[in-house]
């Protein structure tokens, strides 16, 4: 079980250097993202129209007589990204019924996951297999935005490993079918074309609730002090660095895990700067060391 652990953790310390390293920007360029967005919805639609679930070979397949379309059978999320508006599609086969619920990861936890991906190769084909693993822990911040909110749409399960291969029971099991301004957009990756609609069959094994990326007591998804539900635009001391990374937030040289004044292990709750700033906590506020 140690070893288990620390392959965990290589992965978890590996995805999160790359997350560092790509500083999670965006590249610009002239390429008409809104447009691509709606023919991507249209294939997806059109897809979904002309495939069904075969619970019998957990598989989507061509619509045939007597089965029930996927779209008929589909949930949907609006999803708004750098100003631009995507419908993610998703199968719900089990949202998950852990013995212990911890409720639905967020866009900011770590995940443990097994998955395969396919490409939907315009409205009515499917690729093999182009990417897969059994069990491999990611951090949602870091991969593409159709996973980072697709998950949050399903529970992790119950780990029933006994000095075997490693087990989850009753764990979210589902189809993420993934617009590319989601996914690898307009650049493509390995074998994925650019501008290519990504269908994954996930199961959601486990995850880190409240994920402390910087281990400074604060949960990344409430590392957003500008309130816009995206913790990766927030930097206070714009030093290139988002406070969820970042484990002197106000740049003031006090970790922010040690501008703690009333000990609970909590920085977001002391506010010391009653004349001038009361309202700012003192992790976030240079002012107070
Ligand atoms: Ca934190
Ligand atoms: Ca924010
Ligand atoms: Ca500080
Ligand atoms: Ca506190």
């Known amino acids: 079980m140690n070893n288990l652990k620390n392959i965990v953790l290589v992965t978890i310390i590996a995805v999160l250097i790359y997350s560092c390293n790509s500083s999670n920007s965006i590249p610009v ?5 809104e447009a691509q967005a709606l023919l991507d919805n249209d294939t997806l639609v059109q897809f979904l129209k002309n495939h069904y679930y075969d619970t019998s070979i957990d598989s989507v397949k061509a619509l045939v007589d007597g089965k029930t379309a996927l779209y008929q059978e589909i949930n949907s999320m609006s999803i708004t990204e750098n100003d631009i508006d995507y419908t993610l599609y998703y199968y719900l086969k089990s949202e998950g019924n852990p ?8 866009v900011m936890d770590s995940v443990f996951v097994k998955y395969y991906g396919q490409r939907i190769v315009r409205s009515d084909s499917i690729s093999n297999t182009f990417d897969n693993n059994d069990g491999i822990w990611f951090t949602l911040n870091s991969v ?3 996973w980072s909110h697709g998950f949050t749409n399903f529970k992790g399960g119950d780990n029933i490993t006994d000095n075997g291969p490693i087990t989850f029971e009753n764990g979210g099991k589902g189809i993420l079918f993934i617009p590319s301004g989601l996914a690898y957009r307009n650049g493509g990756s390995g074998a994925i074309l650019p501008n290519e609609c990504l269908l994954f069959y996930i199961d959601l094994y486990d995850f880190t609730k409240d994920t402390d ?3 400074d007591g604060i949960a990344s998804i409430f590392e957003d002090p500008d309130g816009d539900g995206e913790p990766r635009n927030d930097d206070t001391d714009s030093d290139g660095i988002p406070n969820f990374f970042d484990n002197d937030d106000d740049g003031d040289g006090v970790l922010s895990l040690n501008e703690d004044k009333n000990g609970d292990g909590n920085p977001a709750n002391d506010f010391s700067d009653i004349v001038n700033n009361p309202d700012l906590a003192d992790y976030l506020n240079p002012d107070i060391k």
């Open 29 to 33: 360029d002239d390429f008409d993202h």
């Open 144 to 146: 593409i935005r159709g």
């Open 99 to 106: 013995s212990t619920d911890k409720g639905n990861p967020t």
């Open 213 to 215: 990326h910087d281990n």
